[in-house]
């Protein structure tokens, strides 16, 4: 099998695309070391960065721009938008 950078393991890969703050990717590539080479600098924006990268499934990611909503902007897939949906709507709090 493969294995991401947020260490989920799976036979196939999905591409994600977010939009981070400063916050965000510092504690991205603090927390997984592999996310840094994913990371490229917006032209002209000293605040923000895309990662663009491959994962084995949304838990991990899921996870991670969960605890980081006001930082993270999914650019594209729908489908992880709509998989974040379900996982915010079954938060019990």
Partial sequence: GLMDIFRINSFEQIPVKLKLGLRASSLLVEEYPLAEKYLSPIPDDNTHCILDTLVCGYEGI???VIGLL???EVVESPEFKHYLKGLI???KV
Avoid: E
Wanted: net charge negative; glycine share 12%; no cysteine.
């Fill in 62 to 64: 899921g996870r991670f």
């Fill in 70 to 72: 006001d930082d993270i």
């Fill in 89 to 91: 709507a079954s938060l």
